[in-house]
């Protein structure tokens, strides 16, 4: 942890997940310990910083072995999930009602305690709670087969999956329930056929997670979350590539619709390739669900830069990077493969406390260079902006002026209004212009565009904007460079840019 709290206070970042451990929270049954967490609390406090908690209950990583020893070895109390082999698993069955109420016993516990905290406080330091972790069953199988389950299974679909079924367009689930026949009555197989058995799995699972929420609503407003193991990896298989019953992109409409007390569904988006990380980001972006990447990878290049989609094309929410206490090493220096990630979070940090606003008012651009590109164009009907990539000339003492090394190009491009903008991310170069019909204009060099204002700096945690540095002459006469380290950098361009030949 004290590692952690170096990154997050190097970082600047703004909120923090920290996991809550049924087996520590509760060692022996009726008994809660609170230790851990007014410890993650008062940390939260003293580094300025809000908490998201991460409940670790009946799933985490769809196994359950972070549920405490008094459940694990009560096994016929407490039944376990079993595979089509008739092997008994280390996961709880989500049919077996004593699971369901031992979880959501502790699970009000905790939500008890988050809302004590908030109230003592003038500003919550608990800003959410996510419910379980990647839940659902890996156990090489599409469903539960235990006695409970299959009694389940083989009886007629619940009265709620009918009704559903009848009045919610649950994209692909609906789309393959009219492929089975769109029968409204009959078993989970006649109803469903070959999809019978992982939506069965999702019923089961949702339902079980929701009544849990449910509960946990009563006693506190906070939004609670549920984060998801992406499906679309190796063979696609559930239980085996990801876990069955989780609330992966092909089942969403329907996780949506049956779980009400979930304010939002997570993404987990470890996914390095772009037209596969932003394949799921849009994935998750529809049914009424705000993007939200509850983790990202902390030490892969290609996630600072993919991160830039996540945000401003698909404007999520929030994004937390997973283990970032590995980010540095013993020494306090930033880790070689995580450097790219560090950077990137680092510029965000600029702009955060008003980016919310900035998601919903703004025109927000995404800068990427692909592989091999040199320039990227964004154009405007009013203006015309060149970016350059691997090499431009830096007037600036700190970077070594003309020969610094460039990275991949990433960032953001926001438009506040006609003629303000701000840029933010690393490795790459801008201009502006005013989009005259005139094609000359738009090629004059920036010694003779009307920048008004070029400065860098931050918004503060109220929202107003401090500069920390002027540019002017040599710093914009020959493009407007971003690197990390500059912070946000604000450029307003003159009026003049704007009125027509």
């Not at 988006?269 to 394949?279: D, F, P, Q, T, V």
């Not at 830096?394 to 990433?410: A, L, N, Q, V």
């Not at 953001?412 to 005259?436: K, P």
Request: overall charge negative; charged content about 30%; proline content about 3%.
């Amino acid at each position: 942890m004290e590692r952690f709290w170096q990154c997050v206070d190097r970082t600047g970042v703004n909120s923090v997940e920290i996991p809550v451990y049924w087996e520590e929270f509760e060692k022996e049954e009726g008994k809660f310990d609170y230790k851990l967490l007014e410890e993650h609390v008062d940390q939260a406090k003293q580094h300025r910083v809000k908490l998201l908690l991460v409940w670790f209950g009946t799933w985490k990583n769809g196994t359950s072995k972070f549920a405490p020893q008094w459940v694990r070895n009560q096994r016929n109390r407490f039944t376990r999930v079993i595979s089509y082999e008739g092997i008994e698993t280390n996961i709880l069955s989500p049919y077996c009602r004593e699971n369901l109420e031992a979880d959501k016993k502790a699970f009000v516990k905790l939500a008890e305690y988050a809302q004590k905290v908030n109230e003592k406080e003038a500003d919550n330091v608990i800003i959410g709670i996510q419910v379980e972790n990647e839940p659902g069953m890996m156990m090489r199988g599409y469903r539960d087969h235990s006695q409970e389950a299959d009694i389940w299974f083989n009886g007629e679909i619940p009265e709620k999956v009918k009704t559903l079924l009848k009045t919610k367009d649950m994209g692909e689930v609906t789309d393959n329930w009219k492929k089975s026949g769109q029968l409204e009555n009959g078993t989970w197989k006649e109803v469903f056929g070959r999809y019978a058995e992982e939506y069965f799995s999702v019923y089961g699972i949702a339902s079980y997670i929701n009544e849990i929420a449910e509960a946990g609503k009563e006693i506190t407003p906070l939004p609670f979350s549920v984060n998801v193991w992406v499906d679309r990896v190796g063979w696609d298989e559930p239980g085996a590539d990801y876990p069955a019953g989780g609330p992966v992109s092909k089942v969403l409409g329907l996780w949506k619709a049956l779980t009400p007390a979930i304010d939002v569904i997570g993404l987990d988006n470890y996914k390095l390739a772009l037209s596969e990380y932003c394949m799921d980001c849009q994935g998750y972006a529809k049914y009424g669900n705000p993007l939200f990447l509850p983790e990202t990878h902390a030490w892969e290049p290609a996630s600072s830069r993919n991160m830039f989609w996540a945000l401003g094309k698909y404007k999520t929410q929030g994004i937390f990077f997973f283990g970032p206490e590995a980010m540095i090493d013993e020494d306090g220096h930033v880790r070689a493969k995580s450097v790219d990630v560090w950077n990137s979070l680092k510029a965000m940090t600029s702009l955060q406390s008003v980016f919310r606003r900035m998601q919903k008012e703004c025109d927000i651009q995404v800068i990427y260079q692909e592989e091999d590109a040199i320039e990227q164009r964004i154009v405007m009907d009013d203006t015309y902006i060149r970016i350059g990539f691997n090499s431009y000339e830096r007037t600036d003492y700190h970077h070594g002026y003309f020969d610094t090394p460039c990275g991949y190009g990433k960032g953001l491009l926001i438009r506040e209004n006609q003629r303000t903008f701000y840029a933010v991310g690393d490795s790459f170069c801008l201009s502006v212009r005013g989009n005259r019909d005139a094609v000359y204009f738009r090629q004059k060099m920036d010694k003779y565009v009307d920048y008004e204002c070029v400065e860098e700096g931050y918004f503060d945690r109220e929202g107003r904007w401090q500069m920390t540095r002027i540019r002017n002459g040599d710093e914009s006469d020959y493009g407007i460079w971003v690197t990390y380290d500059c912070g946000a950098v604000k450029i307003v361009v003159g009026g003049g840019e704007y009125e027509r030949l």
